[in-house]
């Protein structure tokens, strides 16, 4: 079938999958050859949701671009424009996951629209590129996860510092840190500080503005579309695109924007891919129902004493990057520990992950920062996010995956939706 679809047929399909689609009866094309498994010459095609910034900047990645989608026509004027002959461009993404010749589909909106497009995608029989963080909410991502599963699909979360490139400022990548703390030198527990002091700059001042002045909608964009399952808000220009970091309802501020990207690396660095801390304590100014606020530190404590400290104010400026009681890890990969180099040379490799998301998707195996990891990383955040917003410290049930003894906590985990959407 042509994915050039009639007006009555395509609003037929919007009208069967408005509310959560149910279940997909679209069979993508990799399917009907096999078991799930494209030919080895065969191409990735994707459709890319969210074309204002970070969609844009992956035209060109791992597979041949079909499909552009955004509710703001100039956005998608533009990324039409710059994509070239060939491609189609869309307004509402469910006509995108109808298309049964697109493989995989970038997500790449704000996260409010992460685990609602996710489980969708993954309905849809499409594999799955999202960008961090994973989902706005814990609840969210529990529910990727299960979708995932059920519908047997290859997710891949866009943080790639756990398998490669320079991991900010240690002048490494992760896999010799890796090695380092597998060996067991710096001893148990460990705590990461996580702070500009030792390389990791947060968004510290990727804040809300209260009180914000309603205005008009300018006439590109559909913000109530937009806006989806957010609870409705005068529509203000901070409000969207690049600010809209600072706002609960889309976001969390630096920490949501940045958080996944420092603290992810570290569960790998642990081996707690599959835990998450059981407290978060937090030293923060009181926050606006609406607009995000700076925070001084958060700290996350797991079962074994391990910690991850996140030191927004940069106060400490002798902390290394990582302590254990047998050595300590500091900015540019220095440490106390004698013949460092020597001595990673003696060490076995860290287990091979599959970091080629086009490989996953051939032999159906789960890429290296996938739906499981990226949850427990992006609930860390999350944890975070919800202290934040209560303005207290919190014990969590990581086999629960909810927090103890705290009803308001609890209730943001799962936040309620805005009609008609749900997940």
Request: proline share 7%; hydrophobic share 35%; glycine share 10%.
């Amino acid at each position: 079938m042509s994915h050039r679809s009639t007006p009555n047929s395509r609003r037929d399909f919007l009208k069967k999958s408005a509310l959560a689609l149910g279940a997909f009866a679209i069979v993508p094309r990799h399917v009907l050859g096999g078991p799930g498994f494209l030919a080895p010459s065969d191409q990735l095609t994707k459709g890319i949701i969210g074309v204002g910034g970070m969609g844009r900047g992956h035209f060109g990645y791992e597979g041949r671009l079909l499909a552009v989608c955004d509710v703001d026509s100039d956005h998608l004027k533009d990324a039409l424009k710059e994509a070239g002959p060939g491609v189609t461009g869309y307004k509402d993404f469910r006509e995108l996951l109808a298309r049964p010749d697109i493989d995989v589909v970038h997500i790449a909106t704000p996260p409010h629209w992460h685990g609602i497009m996710s489980v969708m995608a993954a309905q849809a029989g499409k594999d799955v590129w999202c960008e961090k963080p994973m989902t706005r909410t814990i609840g969210e991502g529990k529910r990727v996860v299960e979708a995932m599963e059920q519908y047997g699909r290859i997710f891949r979360l866009n943080t790639w510092f756990r398998f490669e490139d320079n991991f900010y400022g240690m002048g490494t990548t992760v896999k010799p840190i890796k090695k380092l703390v597998d060996s067991g030198i710096l001893g148990w527990p460990l705590k990461f500080t996580i702070s500009g002091v030792t390389g990791f700059n947060w968004k510290f001042y990727w804040v809300g503005k209260p009180n914000l002045e309603p205005q008009p909608v300018p006439a590109a964009l559909d913000y109530d579309f937009w806006l989806g399952p957010a609870p409705y808000k005068p529509y203000n220009a901070h409000r969207v695109h690049g600010t809209f970091r600072g706002y609960w309802d889309y976001d969390g501020g630096g920490l949501g924007d940045m958080g996944q990207h420092y603290i992810d690396p570290v569960q790998y660095l642990l081996g707690k891919d599959d835990t998450s801390p059981i407290r978060v304590d937090l030293d923060a100014p009181q926050q606006h129902d609406d607009a995000v606020g700076t925070w001084r530190r958060i700290e996350f404590t797991y079962a074994d004493g391990c910690k991850i400290v996140l030191d927004g104010e940069n106060k400490d400026t002798s902390v290394p990057y990582i302590e254990g009681p047998k050595g300590k890890i500091y900015r540019g990969f220095r440490s106390d520990i004698p013949n460092l180099i020597k001595f990673l040379d003696t060490l076995p490799e860290p287990a091979t992950q599959i970091t080629t998301f086009s490989e996953s998707v051939r032999t159906r195996k789960k890429f290296a920062l996938n739906e499981r990891n990226g949850h427990r990383s992006s609930t860390i955040v999350n944890m975070g996010k919800i202290a934040l917003q209560l303005g207290r410290s919190l014990d969590f049930d990581p086999v629960k995956q909810e927090f103890i003894n705290d009803e308001a906590a609890n209730r943001l985990i799962h936040q309620p939706m805005r009609g008609p959407w749900k997940i």
